[in-house]
């Protein structure tokens, strides 16, 4: 297992279209997490999934903001009509549930730019 | 305390000086205590996972602390190396144990 894959690295697009991301967990890992980082803050929640089932949501996910696990194992972030104040470091993560002790593990994110 | 906070937020050393810096947290409902280390263009990793008051961990140069009465962490560095600058991020495990709630970071520089 090569860690937490995030695709693509970086997306420049206009502001109004619609963008997707993909996260690859650990495989064995049935938790996976979505967090967004903007310059100067730290990365915030926006949702987490235990295997195919969405359990929290922020309230930063607005309307426009949706996440899917469809079968427990990648994870896809899509948000429609992106606004200028989207930009920002779109990270994963994954953990296993029952397993405190153990931290997550991060994929490399995805660089929103939103022109 | 309602909000995870760290200082300072940013810090320049030099070479083989040693370093600290302070993570508080709400200590109501207390989970966990994560550090993560987050170096340019990779992915943050994992330093420690504190659950206990009064856990000591070390790692190498790197040990953190923590106190979960009064809601505190540090982070110690000894003999700081210019491979140790990255951004330096605690994280409290909250909502039920579910999710982590992050810092806005230490951004550490260590120079020649």
């Known amino acids: 297992d090569t860690g937490v894959s995030q695709n693509p690295r970086h997306k420049i697009t206009?502001?109004?279209?619609?963008?997707?991301?993909?996260?690859?967990?650990?495989?064995?890992?049935?938790?996976?997490?979505?967090?967004?980082?903007?310059?100067?803050?730290?990365?915030?929640?926006?949702?987490?999934?235990?295997?195919?089932?969405?359990?929290?949501?922020?309230?930063?996910?607005?309307?426009?903001?949706?996440?899917?696990?469809?079968?427990?194992?990648?994870?896809?972030?899509?948000?429609?009509?992106?606004?200028?104040?989207?930009?920002?470091?779109?990270?994963?993560?994954?953990?296993?549930?029952?397993?405190?002790?153990?931290?997550?593990?991060?994929?490399?994110?995805?660089?929103?730019?939103?022109? | 305390i309602l909000n995870v906070e760290q200082s300072p937020q940013s810090l320049h050393v030099q070479e083989g000086d040693s370093t600290n810096f302070t993570c508080s947290f709400p200590s109501s409902n207390f989970y966990a205590l994560h550090w993560y280390r987050w170096e340019t263009a990779k992915s943050p990793e994992a330093l420690f996972v504190m659950t206990l008051n009064g856990d000591e961990k070390k790692k190498g140069r790197i040990s953190a602390t923590l106190n979960t009465k009064e809601g505190y962490s540090y982070l110690y560095i000894k003999g700081s190396q210019p491979e140790d600058s990255a951004t330096y991020l605690c994280a409290s495990l909250t909502g039920g144990g579910n999710k982590l709630t992050f810092g806005t970071g230490t951004q550490l520089k260590v120079e020649l």
């Open chain 1, 14 to 115: 206009k502001r109004g279209q619609n963008v997707t991301f993909r996260c690859d967990p650990i495989s064995e890992h049935n938790r996976l997490y979505w967090y967004r980082q903007t310059l100067g803050q730290g990365p915030e929640f926006l949702t987490y999934f235990q295997n195919e089932a969405q359990l929290e949501k922020s309230r930063l996910l607005s309307d426009r903001f949706s996440a899917e696990r469809p079968k427990g194992s990648f994870s896809t972030l899509e948000i429609q009509r992106t606004e200028q104040g989207d930009s920002a470091m779109y990270l994963c993560a994954s953990s296993l549930a029952g397993a405190p002790a153990q931290g997550y593990t991060f994929g490399s994110g995805t660089r929103l730019t939103v022109v």
